[in-house]
């Protein structure tokens, strides 16, 4: 968690590992669990940010394999995604914390010991950073509809 609250990516701080929603469990005494996406409605999987990318964003299956180069939905490509856990924000009541697994969907206590990846995520939009050759061609025609106003 530290490590993404210190990112600054081009100038844009305020980065934070994703959140994944808890509620007392079914098993032992005091044991938390974490609600699981798989088979359930959009609505329901919208606090657990790494399994509603899975799920509802990449179109993910329980066991499925979401690794490597993949289409999120409006065709954004994510890149270099990887095997095994991502660590949440989410902390667990031992010390260690929630991770998700992008090869699986699955959500998994992880303990501080391991040696997994993060995901670091940014609220809202910063929105796509369009490339020169967009804003020169928007200008472009900026000015030219500024020509032909003065010419009429």
Not at 72 to 96: E, H, K, M, N, V
Request: aromatic share 12%.
């Amino acid at each position: 968690m530290t490590w993404a609250a210190n990112l600054d990516i081009d100038g844009i701080k305020g980065w934070r590992l994703p959140y994944a929603s808890v509620s007392a469990g079914a098993g032992r005494a005091g044991q938390l669990s974490v609600v699981e996406c798989y088979g359930v409605s959009e609505l329901t999987c919208r606090d657990n940010e790494m399994g509603y990318m899975y799920y509802h964003n990449m179109g993910g299956s329980l066991f499925g394999d979401e690794t490597g180069t993949q289409t999120a939905l409006g065709g954004q490509q994510l890149r270099g995604i990887q095997g095994y856990y991502y660590w949440s924000g989410t902390g667990f009541l031992q010390g260690g914390g929630w991770g998700f697994s992008f090869d699986g969907g699955r959500n998994d206590v992880i303990f501080p010991d391991a040696m997994f990846s993060a995901w670091a995520v940014h609220p809202g939009d910063v929105g796509p950073i369009p490339e020169p050759s967009a804003v020169l061609l928007i200008g472009v025609g900026m000015l030219g509809l500024v020509l032909t106003r003065r010419v009429s």
